[in-house]
C-alpha cells in the first residue's frame, strides 16, 4: 500500500472515531392525513411511537375550526381550556419536545374535547438528540489518552 493509502486510512479511522454520531429530529403530523381533528383516536395514533426529546409534533388544521392548548393531567382528564392567550391558533402549529415526561394536548374549541375526543397525552423519551452531560476532566483525559493510543496503534500497524 501506498503512503497515500495509509493516510486516507488513518483519516478515515479518525472521522468514525473522533466524530460523535448524531440522529435527526423526528417530525409528526399528529394525526397523519386525518390531522387535528374531531372523532380521531389519537391515543391509538401515538401508540406505537417513540418520542424523543427534539421531536416536533405538527398539528394541522383549518384555521378558526380548531386550536391546540398544552395542558397538565387534570385539565387534559377534565377537559379544562386554558386561557385563550396560551392558546396555539395558526392551523399548523409546531411544538418541539423540549423535555422527557408526559406531554397533554388538547382542543379548546367548544366541546371538541370532552365530547368528541380530540385531545392527545404522549410520553416523551430522553433520548439520542437530548444533549449528554458534560464530561468530567478525568473523563475528558481518558478519552484523549484513548484517542492517541488508537491513532498511534493504527500508525504502527499500516507502517
Do not use: R
Request: charged share 15%; aromatic share 12%; net charge neutral.
Amino acid at each position: 500500500m501506498s503512503t497515500f493509502n495509509h493516510l486516507v486510512l488513518v483519516c478515515a479511522i479518525l472521522v468514525v472515531v473522533l466524530l460523535p454520531s448524531t440522529t435527526m429530529a423526528t417530525e409528526y403530523v399528529v394525526g397523519d392525513d386525518s390531522g387535528w381533528t374531531i372523532n380521531y383516536d389519537y391515543q391509538v395514533w401515538a401508540k406505537n411511537k417513540v418520542f424523543y426529546v427534539g421531536d416536533k409534533l405538527v398539528f394541522k388544521y383549518p384555521v378558526n375550526v380548531h386550536n391546540v392548548y398544552k395542558v397538565n393531567a387534570s385539565s387534559f382528564a377534565t377537559c379544562t381550556i386554558p386561557p385563550p392567550s396560551t392558546g396555539l391558533t395558526s392551523g399548523n402549529d409546531v411544538v418541539t419536545l423540549v423535555a422527557p415526561g408526559k406531554k397533554w394536548y388538547i382542543c379548546g374549541v367548544e366541546e371538541h374535547c370532552a365530547e368528541f375526543n380530540q385531545k392527545l397525552v404522549i410520553d416523551v423519551q430522553q433520548g439520542p438528540m437530548s444533549p449528554a452531560p458534560a464530561p468530567s476532566s478525568a473523563t475528558k483525559f481518558g478519552s484523549k489518552t484513548f484517542m492517541a493510543i488508537i491513532v498511534v496503534l493504527t500508525m504502527i500497524v499500516m507502517f
